[in-house]
């Protein structure tokens, strides 16, 4: 049986200088007995796994809403998937596998209803109030909105998986870091890991769900650089694409990315000669990254993906009616708090007011906002 020490001895012999050892934590806001045969970072996992948040990620918006078929992704199954790919990159990199899906699984809890639609709403709503902003959220569920613990609010998470969350970026997604998590050091090889497999996986998926749902017309592929790569070695030339044929392509697609970050990062950690995670975080740069030749693809990549699926008729359609959805709820909310459950308004008197209804809606699945805000507005509707 492997204890907790020899589990952390394991990594300190088959981990590279760089990645971050679980022994080496910085530790926990309130000090705990850790487990006798777990680390802190897969103990911290385990957590997240188990938390109400986690699970109301089954019925929370990737792109599409969850009823509008049981086959596309939602934000729960994308999150599996960018746990599952920043293992892959982890492992082949010799970095610390359990910070690396610790963070993955943590980086969508603070996700409102209805994707991104609902984040830019909330976001508008509080802009005189603080705004609201997801990666803040997650941080807000994971200290202080998950209350599992008698002793403090939240999950009490090692500092390297609350950093990890702080510092989740992509190209066009980045916001100012909290000063307790030190906003002049980069993030750990592990956090980037996270970054970077998110762009990963929903590139790959958000392309998947399009063909699947029709939106997206199989010979449209063959305009990327990457895809006509991936189609001439499936011999898809156009015309009806078999499910099977779309599999294949998806899984390639993941493939060929996950081993240029791999190849890519190696040559880059190298280059820039770093022996410890202080080494990397002292760095301007991150080393974890695509090549050149993938950068490129990806931006073309992305850039189909914005003009023919996120801003197709039926998504934007959607995404407007969330942004009504919200909009009534938060003002019904604001203009008349007793409508808010007991246990909501409760919160008022340790929270100010507007947070504490931002969270509550950000808390709500899509399926609760649909049926809250027919109970608050339909006039046949019990509430």
């Avoid at 939602?74 to 990159?89: D, K, P, S």
């Avoid at 990062?265 to 030749?293: F, K, P, Y």
Wanted: aromatic share 10%; hydrophobic share 35%.
């Amino acid at each position: 049986m492997a204890s907790r020490q020899q589990l952390e001895d394991f990594e300190r012999i088959v981990l590279a200088p760089y990645a971050v050892k679980s022994a080496d934590t910085q530790g926990r806001v309130y000090p705990e007995d850790e487990p006798a045969h777990r680390t802190v970072f897969q103990r911290d996992r385990e957590r997240i796994l188990h938390t109400t948040a986690f699970r109301r990620l089954e019925y929370k918006t990737q792109v599409f809403i969850n009823f509008e078929g049981d086959y596309y992704r939602t934000r729960l199954t994308h999150t599996l998937e960018v746990a599952q790919i920043g293992r892959a990159i982890a492992r082949a990199l010799s970095l610390n596998e359990d910070l690396v899906e610790a963070i993955c699984l943590a980086h969508d809890l603070g996700h409102p209803p209805f994707g991104h639609a609902g984040e830019y709403v909330l976001n508008d709503l509080m802009k005189e109030h603080g705004g609201f902003e997801h990666n803040r959220q997650s941080l807000r569920i994971v200290t202080k909105l998950e209350k599992r613990y008698p002793d403090w609010d939240g999950l009490n998470l090692t500092y390297e998986v609350r950093e990890g969350i702080v510092k989740h970026e992509s190209e066009y997604d980045k916001s100012p870091i909290l000063e307790e998590y030190q906003p002049h050091l980069h993030a750990t090889l592990e956090a980037q890991i996270a970054n970077i497999a998110d762009e990963l996986a929903y590139n790959a998926h958000d392309l998947d769900d399009g063909l699947r749902a029709g939106i997206l017309e199989p010979e449209q592929m063959l305009s990327l650089d990457l895809m006509r790569q991936i189609c001439d070695e499936i011999g898809y030339r156009g015309g009806q694409l078999a499910e099977l044929d779309r599999h294949r392509i998806i899984r390639r697609l993941i493939g060929k990315q996950i081993n240029d970050v791999i190849q890519t990062s190696l040559a880059r950690i190298q280059a820039a000669g770093v022996e410890s995670v202080a080494d990397v975080q002292a760095l301007d740069h991150n080393l974890i990254a695509h090549s050149d030749e993938f950068v490129e693809m990806n931006r073309q990549h992305k850039s189909f993906l914005y003009q023919n699926f996120y801003y197709h008729y039926r998504v934007v359609r959607m995404s407007n009616k969330a942004r009504r959805f919200l909009t009534d709820i938060f003002t019904a909310y604001v203009e008349d708090p007793a409508q808010l459950p007991t246990a909501v308004r409760e919160k008022f008197k340790y929270r100010s007011q507007l947070r504490v209804i931002t969270d509550y809606i950000a808390g709500m699945t899509d399926r609760y906002a649909l049926q809250e805000w027919e109970r608050l507005f339909a006039p046949f509707v019990k509430s």
